[in-house]
């Protein structure tokens, strides 16, 4: 949000700039740049075919959170659940910056799933599925457009 107010929020529901959480005070920035260089903001449409897309993820709380051990789950579409592209292990504090192959063939969205790996989530999916952790919080989705 540009700013703290009902405008800001308006505004950054509008363009899609909006993340899914439960914890109260989290803070969520993302952007993922393209291998052409385009740089765009969650819930934005990404140009891109096919190719390696750098994610940028600023998370914070407050400073109870500072070093804690958290997964960011790269998502794309799936047939029973979600399809766990990616995971990355971080811990809160620094910004964290990867890179995960992506190709529209396999589906038009991605989105991040911030997790904590040590809790369990109340309604697992799929035996086994990655995302069987608790979730922190949700990006807006990137839609993928060629």
Not at 116 to 144: K, M, R, V
Request: glycine fraction near 10%; proline fraction near 8%.
């Amino acid at each position: 949000m540009a700013e703290h107010s009902r405008a800001g929020v308006k505004e950054a529901m509008r363009a899609r700039r909006f993340f899914a959480t439960r914890t109260s005070g989290l803070r969520v920035d993302a952007t993922a740049t393209t291998p052409g260089g385009a740089v765009r903001r969650m819930g934005s449409e990404l140009p891109l075919r096919s190719g390696t897309v750098r994610f940028r993820l600023d998370l914070a709380r407050d400073e109870s959170w500072v070093g804690r051990s958290l997964a960011i789950q790269v998502l794309r579409p799936g047939t029973d659940a979600p399809t766990v592209a990616h995971v990355e292990e971080f811990r809160v504090g620094p910004v964290v910056e990867f890179g995960v192959p992506l190709d529209v063939g396999e589906g038009d969205w991605v989105l991040l799933r911030i997790s904590d790996p040590t809790q369990a989530n109340g309604t697992p999916g799929p035996e086994g599925h990655p995302c069987n952790d608790l979730g922190i919080a949700y990006t807006s989705p990137w839609w993928l457009v060629p």
